[in-house]
């Protein structure tokens, strides 16, 4: 499923293309054909969607469990900690994890909560660094993320910027690219 999402640009289709890839999929003999057995046709419909299909994301930065089976990645939250905070900072042990994506970074003196993703989910970031700022000495930070392919426009930018100041929290912006999974599993 997930070489097909790679092939298909997943994080670029549109909802008609996913929903005609969710019917494929729920179609072949060998994953919903497979997964009937075990379950009813909605089950396995929702399942396709929700498990695999949203751990997609998340494998791509580098959290979950479904992590060794995407081709490619982003380098993770080091990346991100190293680019916002600088690089005498670090990601904190077990400390990374999603929804939204986060984790603590520290400098061996202080600790500091950053949150990223895509621009469309501003609203979870900005409610998740306000929660971690009530609670901590540090202010937060939040990284707005896109990928090869994807751009955001200078005022957008500067909004983004806007909002995040208005809440006390440092935000920037960050272009990633992927690389080749490290801890790809090969399937046969």
Known sequence: MY?????????????????A??????DASGIGGELRRFASDQDVRVWI????MKEYARAHEGIGNFVPYVRRRFRGADEIVQFFCGAEWSVVRDSVEGKPNHCLATDGK?????????AGVLKDLIWAALNEGIDSPTRPGIVITTRDGETIPQRARERH???A???GVDLAHLHRTMID????????
């Open 165 to 167: 100041n208005r809440c």
């Open 49 to 52: 969607k929700d498990v695999p």
């Open 181 to 188: 999974n490290p801890d790809l599993i090969q399937m046969s």
């Open 3 to 19: 070489s097909t999402a790679d092939v298909l640009d997943w994080e670029f289709l549109g909802n008609p293309g996913k929903t």
């Open 110 to 118: 202080a600790t500091r909560y950053i949150c990223w993703g895509k």
């Open 161 to 163: 910027a806007l909002l």
């Open 21 to 26: 890839q969710y019917r494929r999929w729920f």
